[in-house]
């Protein structure tokens, strides 16, 4: 996938959307000068915190842990060009906000 990204980057065929699931594309920078656009989407601590127990099977000390390791949503959500909220949401509703994020 990296070099289809870098070649439609550089022949300038900026058209495509690609999506990067990238969880710490600001703290690493790793592909920020690739990408012209960055969707932050997130949800509220205590909805993070359930999330990360659930998926991880966390306790909720591990999950706060991993939560204050990384950037934080408020900075995140600063540094993006659109935000999307997903604390409430299900999948139908999120595919939507996405799709009006790719076409604002």
């Not at 996938?1 to 999506?19: E, P």
């Not at 990067?20 to 600001?26: I, S, V």
């Not at 690739?34 to 949800?43: D, E, N």
């Not at 993006?80 to 139908?92: H, L, Q, S, W």
Request: net charge positive; with cysteine; glycine share 2%.
């Amino acid at each position: 996938i990296i070099k289809r990204i870098l070649y439609l980057w550089i022949t300038k065929q900026r058209r495509h959307i690609v999506v990067l699931d990238a969880p710490t594309l600001f703290e690493t920078k790793m592909f920020l000068h690739l990408v012209s656009s960055v969707i932050v989407v997130g949800c509220d601590e205590p909805k993070q915190i359930e999330r990360l127990m659930a998926r991880n099977k966390y306790s909720r000390d591990e999950a706060l842990q991993r939560i204050n390791s990384q950037m934080s949503n408020a900075e995140k959500k600063h540094r993006a060009d659109f935000v999307i909220d997903n604390t409430e949401d299900g999948t139908g509703k999120l595919v939507a906000k996405v799709a009006d994020a790719v076409n604002w």
